[in-house]
């Protein structure tokens, strides 16, 4: 059994990778009480097990493979690294310093102590911290080492072994401590406090899970009949009282009149209007008259744009500040319907500050949509196709800046794969944030390379 398999992975070795990858996610999916074993961890185990028939498989794939995740990452995060550069950072900087220095150093110990190889500590490092990327980074660091070719080899299997092996135990402590030692330490009830700073994230409000939406939209529109109380008084005067809520159509019995700021209203004209739910519900009926069913004759047509925030005057603005600055008209009938960073939503709260790279879906009708648009930066092309040539671009430039280094200990020293492909992936992410008409990497697609 075990040489007819060997033959087929010897013909296919391949067919061991898509097997793996396939039984790793099954073995990752099982449930042992409370804990997971996760998709990497099990793909691991079956790699592992599945490698002592012996297949071989090309370290090009291995290369590429890791070539497209840790270019994946840097693209995904790169609008927001670059804006996030600067004196708030310097905490992180300093957390991020002091722990890399005692991770590497403990590593660096345990493999003087035990007499690890440069193979055995790498994956022990990969596991302990589990940072996948580290098994691309040290594979590339053993191929440049002046050892046997068996040497290397031997090396470099030993990465994902113990990798695989320290990973569960990595992964259970961090979680272990922050669930129950961190909670008692700093006094507090992880569970409530979790959703307490869940609301404040989400400006109030929990977190939607997969397959639910808010039914009580954000932005709605209405039709009322103007009553005795507003007869008379002009549509931009209305609007002043209105705060935020728009006049958009205007029916005088079966005659449409353009709406401009001059128009007076007259009693019984059906008024199209639109705005965000609370302020109509509040305000539009005292000001303007009933709410109207018939609709009969409007045709009010309202489109959603999303919109990446380039506009550096917006940047590290909050939203409060950003209407008192913007010309009421300019942004007139463009609303607000959601703010994302990162493909994770933001609340839409006063105090919530815009950045670079951020996506602002914007509601209303064409013109003021487009109006808005203007003033926040540029619309997102349709993003179901990958910019090959972009794409293309950035891992050719990722894999020149990874061969640059300095001879250093009788080996190159330098930022390798993984520190190029990250590097390019940081520029050129934050190059498409920046002018978004080019270099289209739909979110799914930048996710499967980073997964597979």
Same mark, same amino acid.
Request: net charge positive; aromatic share 6%.
């Given at each position: 059994?075990? *040489?007819?398999?060997?033959?087929?992975?010897?013909? *296919?070795?391949?067919?061991?990778?898509?097997?793996?990858?396939?039984?790793?996610?099954?073995?990752?999916?099982?449930?042992?009480g409370t804990?997971?074993?996760?998709p990497?961890?099990?793909?691991?185990?079956?790699?592992?097990?599945?490698?002592?028939?012996?297949i071989k498989?090309s370290g090009?794939?291995?290369?590429?493979?890791?070539?497209?995740f840790?270019?994946?990452l840097?693209?995904?995060?790169?609008p927001?690294?670059?804006?996030?550069?600067?004196?708030?950072?310097?905490?992180q900087?300093h957390?991020?310093?002091?722990?890399?220095?005692?991770?590497v150093?403990?590593?660096?110990?345990?493999?003087?102590?035990?007499?690890?190889?440069?193979?055995?500590?790498?994956?022990?490092l990969?596991?302990? =911290?589990?940072?996948?990327a580290?098994?691309?980074?040290?594979?590339?660091?053993?191929?440049?080492?002046?050892?046997?070719?068996?040497?290397?080899?031997?090396?470099?299997?030993?990465?994902g072994?113990s990798?695989?092996?320290?990973?569960?135990f990595?992964?259970?402590?961090?979680?272990?401590f922050?669930?129950?030692?961190?909670p008692?330490?700093l006094?507090?009830?992880?569970?409530?406090?979790?959703e307490?700073?869940?609301?404040?994230?989400?400006?109030?409000?929990?977190q939607?899970?997969?397959?639910?939406?808010?039914?009580?939209?954000?932005?709605?529109?209405?039709?009322?009949?103007?009553?005795?109380?507003a007869?008379g008084?002009?549509?931009?005067?209305?609007?002043?009282?209105?705060?935020?809520?728009?006049i958009?159509?205007?029916?005088?019995?079966?005659?449409?009149?353009?709406?401009?700021?001059s128009?007076?209203?007259?009693?019984?004209?059906r008024? *199209?209007?639109?705005?965000?739910?609370e302020?109509?519900?509040?305000h539009?009926?005292?000001?303007l008259?009933?709410?109207?069913?018939?609709g009969?004759?409007?045709?009010l047509i309202?489109e959603?744009r999303?919109v990446?925030?380039?506009?550096?005057?917006?940047?590290?603005q909050?939203i409060v500040?950003?209407?008192?600055?913007?010309d009421?008209?300019?942004?007139?009938?463009?609303?607000?319907?959601?703010?994302?960073?990162?493909?994770?939503?933001?609340?839409i =709260?006063?105090?919530?500050?815009?950045?670079?790279?951020?996506?602002?879906r914007?509601?209303?009708?064409?013109d003021d949509?487009?109006?808005?648009?203007?003033?926040?930066?540029?619309?997102?092309?349709?993003a179901?196709?990958t910019?090959?040539?972009y794409?293309?671009?950035?891992?050719?430039?990722?894999? *020149?800046?990874?061969?640059?280094g300095?001879p250093?200990?009788?080996?190159l020293?330098?930022?390798g794969?993984?520190?190029?492909c990250?590097? =390019?992936?940081?520029?050129?992410?934050?190059?498409?944030?920046?002018?978004?008409?080019f270099g289209?990497?739909?979110?799914a697609?930048?996710l499967?390379?980073?997964?597979?």
């Open positions: 059994m075990v *040489a007819s398999l060997h033959g087929f992975f010897a013909v *296919a070795p391949l067919a061991g990778v898509a097997l793996a990858l396939a039984l790793g996610y099954l073995l990752g999916k099982l449930r042992i804990f997971v074993l996760g990497v961890a099990g793909t691991l185990l079956v790699a592992i097990a599945l490698g002592q028939i012996g498989v090009d794939v291995k290369t590429m493979a890791f070539a497209l840790i270019y994946a840097g693209y995904m995060i790169g927001q690294f670059v804006n996030s550069l600067g004196k708030a950072t310097l905490k900087v957390l991020t310093i002091v722990s890399t220095i005692v991770v150093v403990t590593v660096w110990g345990m493999a003087v102590g035990f007499h690890l190889d440069k193979g055995t500590a790498a994956g022990i990969a596991g302990g =911290a589990t940072e996948s580290v098994i691309g980074t040290a594979s590339d660091a053993l191929a440049s080492q002046p050892m046997p070719k068996e040497d290397i080899e031997r090396m470099t299997a030993n990465i072994v990798y695989a092996l320290t990973y569960l990595g992964t259970f402590s961090v979680i272990f922050a669930s129950s030692i961190a008692k330490l006094g507090i009830k992880l569970a409530q406090a979790s307490d700073y869940e609301r404040v994230l989400g400006g109030g409000k929990s939607l899970a997969a397959g639910q939406f808010e039914a009580l939209r954000r932005i709605v529109a209405r039709v009322h009949e103007v009553g005795v109380v007869t008084r002009t549509v931009l005067d209305l609007e002043r009282e209105l705060n935020g809520v728009v958009e159509e205007v029916l005088r019995g079966t005659q449409m009149i353009a709406v401009e700021p128009l007076k209203l007259q009693i019984g004209d008024v *199209a209007i639109a705005g965000r739910r302020l109509v519900i509040s539009v009926e005292h000001i008259g009933p709410e109207c069913s018939d009969a004759g409007m045709e309202a959603m999303d990446v925030v380039t506009n550096r005057q917006l940047a590290g909050t500040q950003i209407l008192a600055t913007i009421p008209r300019e942004r007139r009938g463009g609303f607000l319907g959601s703010l994302t960073r990162l493909n994770q939503p933001l609340p =709260a006063p105090e919530t500050r815009l950045a670079i790279g951020d996506v602002a914007i509601v209303g009708r064409h949509v487009e109006r808005a648009s203007k003033l926040i930066g540029y619309p997102t092309p349709p179901d196709k910019d090959f040539l794409f293309g671009l950035g891992l050719f430039c990722g894999f *020149a800046v990874g061969t640059l300095v250093f200990g009788g080996a020293l330098g930022l794969t993984g520190g190029g990250l590097i =390019a992936g940081l520029v050129f992410g934050w190059l498409r944030a920046r002018r978004p008409t289209q990497l739909p979110e697609a930048a499967y390379l980073k997964d597979f």
